[in-house]
Each structure stands twice: as C-alpha cells, then as structure tokens.
C-alpha cells in the first residue's frame, strides 16, 4: 500500500504538464524553477547590502558607485538564475539563435522605443555621464536630483518633490545639463532693479549682505559674492547679484533665486533704498505768446461750421 502511494506520488511529482521543445514540463521542474530564482534574488539582496555596509564602514565609496556595482551584479545574478533555471526546465539552448532571431523580429516590429531605453539605461550605468544625486536639467525642461538609474527609466525629484521618469533614451538623444557633473560649484546671477539717484555703493554693500543671508552662498578668495550694474532700465538701474553656490547643498525645495530676492527685498527696505515700479515722469514748458496766439486759429468743422 505504501509502495503504490510512493509510485503514485512520483508520477504525479514526475507528470508532463506541458512541452517546451518537446521537452517535458513537470511540476518537479517548475518548483526547481521557481526556487533557483528565489535564491538568485536573496543573493543579489544579500550581496547589495553587504555593498552598502561595506561603504558606510569605509566611506571610500560614493553612492552612485555604489548603485552601479549593486545594479550590475542584480542583472548578472538574475541572468545566472535565469539559465540554470531554464536548463533545469530541459529547454535546449542550441536553438537560441532562433530565440534571438524572433525576438529580433519582435524588435524590429514594436519594441523598438523599449530596446532604446534598455541600451540608454546600459550605457549610462557604464559610461556614467550621470550619477544618483546629480542636479540636472533636461531639454524638454525638466530640472532635479537624480534619484535611480534603472534599466527603461531615470528617476528625477523636482524642486516641488515631483517624482518624474524620463526615459533614459532622452539623455542619450536631447540635450542634457549636468550641474554636478565634474564640479558642483557654479555661479548664478540674480537681476534686481533701484530708483534712479540711488547710491550705487550703498547698493553693492547691501546686495552683497543680502547674499551672506543665505546659508548656502560661497565666501572665499574666489568665489566671493558681487555685485554688477549690467544697464540703465527705462525705470530703474539694473544690477545683477552674482554669487557662487555648491549644488549639492542647495536645499531640496525651493528655487535658490528665489531665496536670494527674498533676503534682496528685506536688505535694500531696511537700508532705504527704493526698488522702482514701472512709471513715466511728464515735463511741461511754457509756450510764448506768440506761439499761443498762433495756435488760436479758427478752422472749420466738418459741418462747415467756425470753431476756434
């Protein structure tokens, strides 16, 4: 009794499901399947945190190194898992280049926006133009910190929290500005505008106070805040505060320009000096007597009437 539900347990345990190149399926093959890639992913999970312990430890190691090596080896792990799993299915991978053929074809048809993204996304974890943390801004308009590079897509957190993904062919085929790419200084100009009459030094003293108020503005022999007359406006004199900042630091909402116009307005109100409003100032002369006599013409109207 016990020996036939033995034999009956192996057959079911050993029972074609379905064929796969006239190989077949069985349950057997289909809970090794499904285990082989279970443990490929505790793997990858296991070995990316043992990434991330060993950076925080060292601290020799950034973060977007680090999120290239943890997504590499995901890929390559699952890639692993995914052959052995195969072959434990029995599916014969002398016949791949028909696989890769037809899966060519199906490129070629409708997939092609996909394959774009998966390329772009392979060629910005390798050649690494940009990097989780990076301030960037896009051709179509999109500006923020990078938050993920994946495979199709590239996470970018706006200025408002946005979370926005771009595919990443869009890096590779538009225009992209990188403010971190090399160095994460760089300079910005902030036009404001005064009254005519003002004192041009009382100006420059107090724009430059201005920008010292901003936690985030560079002081240095080289990067000091200053402070330029760039035109003379129909209603005001036009300066620009020009200041250096550290992308890095700038705080995650909020536009920079804006902070600095805020603490622009508070310093040129408390030192009197007049930011203008768009105004026309009208001169009168007098006219002389014989001009205004002259003027004094009768003429006819339309009507044929005398006006004067």
Do not use: C
Request: negative net charge.
């Amino acid at each position: 009794m016990f020996e036939e539900s033995f034999t009956t347990l192996d057959e079911l345990w050993n029972y074609p499901l379905f064929l796969i190149n006239e190989s077949p399926i069985t349950i057997n093959s289909l809970i090794w399947f499904v285990v082989i890639m279970m443990v490929g992913i505790f793997i990858s999970r296991l070995l990316r945190k043992g990434l991330a312990r060993i950076a925080d430890a060292k601290r020799s190691i950034s973060e977007s190194a680090l999120f290239t090596i943890g997504r590499m080896l995901h890929y390559l792990i699952i890639s692993v898992a995914l052959l052995i799993s195969f072959s434990m299915l029995g599916i014969d991978f002398s016949n791949l280049a028909i696989v890769v053929g037809a899966l060519g074809v199906g490129i070629g048809f409708g997939l092609q926006s996909i394959f774009n993204n998966f390329i772009s996304g392979l060629i910005l974890l390798f050649e690494r133009p940009l990097k989780v943390g990076d301030l960037v801004e896009l051709e179509s308009g999109v500006r923020g910190r990078i938050k993920s590079i994946n495979v199709r897509s590239t996470q970018i957190s706006t200025w408002d929290n946005i979370d926005i993904l771009v595919p990443n062919s869009e890096f590779i085929s538009g225009r992209v500005t990188n403010y971190t790419y090399t160095n994460d200084l760089r300079r910005i100009h902030v036009p404001f505008g005064v009254a005519y009459g003002s004192d041009k030094t009382l100006v420059q003293s107090a724009a430059i106070e201005a920008a010292l108020n901003v936690s985030f503005t560079l002081n240095d022999k080289e990067h000091a805040p200053d402070v330029w007359l760039v035109n003379f406006g129909d209603n005001s004199l036009d300066f620009e505060l020009v200041v250096w900042i550290q992308g890095n630091k700038l705080p995650r909402r909020g536009s920079p320009v804006a902070l600095y116009l805020w603490e622009l307005e508070t310093t040129l109100g408390q030192r009197g000096i007049e930011i203008p409003f768009p105004q026309r100032d009208l001169h009168l002369r007098s006219v002389s007597e014989e001009i205004h006599s002259g003027l004094n013409i009768s003429a006819k109207n339309t009507d044929g009437k005398e006006a004067t």
